[in-house]
């Protein structure tokens, strides 16, 4: 039987321009419950959170608090109707003390009273055993202690709805159990808290009802014991098991003497972005990709291969020798190439024209003592620039001022004028049109038949099973399973994100 509904939004809507980022979504939350709000990346889950702690001012709907309907414009506000939120990125003083941590930013009194102060932050930390000294630098504690103590300030400050968005994703094993220990606590004393997370495991373990977003929509609640994991996977990615079907093309592929030879290997490879040791290996002319949710791990795994992130642990060999590749320059030495999930971030240089852009990475090989020609310059743009159909006024134009799709051909084409012997792609169709999507896919497969290497990482499932021959599958940061041949389909790839679990569950 569930407890008191404490909040529910109803009939919420928020748009940005012409984008519906939220469309008559719905969400409820009862006293003591535990509630993940579960959805893929642009379902609109942060959105939603920001309506309700006065982020963004919703453009409809409204927001109902013990029964009342609450106006909130502010974070402010939130908090002093009693919604705290705990960010994964903290939001505290780490040169301050715990206690001051605690009280900071709450007006006069006990905050100047510091004997007063460290007694009152004292009970509540041992109430909710929390290992933490009022007195110590709050900078001298572990990522998940700090957490704790941005959720004890919460608590303190009443706190009935407390909202925990990805705070797991910086914790080892023993911290996040440590964390759903005091989850628990709250939960007993009727603090309803909203769990967003990408971790499938622990849903399962510490969660009471489900909410599932999508593309800006409600798709449903259930409760927990009503979801199995492979229907809550296939119900997040919006594809009904028993209407799956595998959609894998015909491709072209690399028929050299040597095409069971394997040209990159990784042994127990772990880097400081917290993915479990994995091992790996692609083949020449294979085209092999990573799988799983969104934080699953993917990108995280082929930074470490390129050396992306700082490696931890393991080895990697190139064509069966040794290879140290301890930053991205190393790499790229090796004939690895890496086209990076964020093409704005990490893959642009927007002031730069399209000629400078595509021939960064060869003038970084070549070392900036032996620049590049213009002549050269302008020969390799203009065929790339043809080769790869790129839409741009010229060379010379400003690479800020090309559609998406353009952009992320002008940092393929980088790549591709290095001439790699191993090409990674992390989501190179994103966020662009569907024809160009079909290009790039052809010349990945066109490439992969002339011997080149290629790791293809996408959200869309029924783009990789288009262009790979082997899926490495991801869940919770680790490797869980590798599909090939006729396990190729979207309902096998779902059951080992899944964990294994059928049909029938």
Known sequence: ?????????????????????????????????????????GAGKSTLIKVLTGVYSKDEGEVILDGKAVAIHSPQDAQKVGIST????????????????????????????????????KKIL???????????????????????????RAVDMDCKVLILDEPTSSLD????????????????????????THFLEQVYEVCDMITVLRDGKFVGEYEIADLPRIKLVSTMLGKDLDDLSDIKVDSATYDGNDKDDKRIEAFSLVSDAGIQPFD???????????????????SECVRAIYGADRVLGGNVKVNGQDAKISKPINAMKKGIAYLPEDRKIDGIVGD?????????ALQVLKGFFKPISKAEAYKFADEYIKL???????????????????????????????NPEYLILDEPTRGIDVGT???????????AGEGMSITFISSETDEMLRTCSRLIVMRDRKVVGELSGDDLTQGKIMETIAGGEGKDE
């Open 126 to 152: 041992e109430s909710l055993d929390i290992p933490a000294k009022p007195s110590q630098q709050l900078g001298s504690c572990s990522i998940a202690v700090q957490q704790m103590v941005a959720i004890a």
């Open 86 to 121: 705990v960010y994964q990125e903290i939001t505290l003083c780490p040169n301050l003390s715990v206690a001051e941590n605690m009280y900071i930013g709450r007006g006069s009194g006990v905050g100047q009273n510091w004997k007063k102060m460290n007694s009152d932050a």
């Open 437 to 447: 999507k079909v290009e790039i896919q052809k010349l990945v497969l066109k490439l």
């Open 352 to 360: 730069l024209s399209v000629r400078d852009n595509i021939v960064l």
């Open 1 to 41: 039987m569930r407890n008191k509904i404490l909040l529910e939004m109803k009939n919420i809507y928020k748009t940005f321009g012409t984008v519906k980022a939220l469309q008559d979504v719905q969400f409820k939350l009862a006293e003591g419950e535990v509630h993940a709000l579960m959805g893929e990346n």
């Open 280 to 298: 790996f290996y692609i083949k020449k002319g294979e085209v092999n990709g990573f799988t799983g949710l969104l934080g699953s791990g993917r």
């Open 173 to 196: 094993e023993q911290e996040v159990e440590k964390l759903f220990k005091l989850m628990r606590d709250l939960k007993s004393r009727g603090v309803g808290i909203i769990f967003v």
């Open 388 to 418: 790869l159909e790129i839409k741009t006024a010229s060379a010379d134009t400003p690479i800020k001022s090309l559609s998406g799709g353009n952009q992320q051909k002008c940092i393929l084409a980088r790549w591709l004028l290095t």
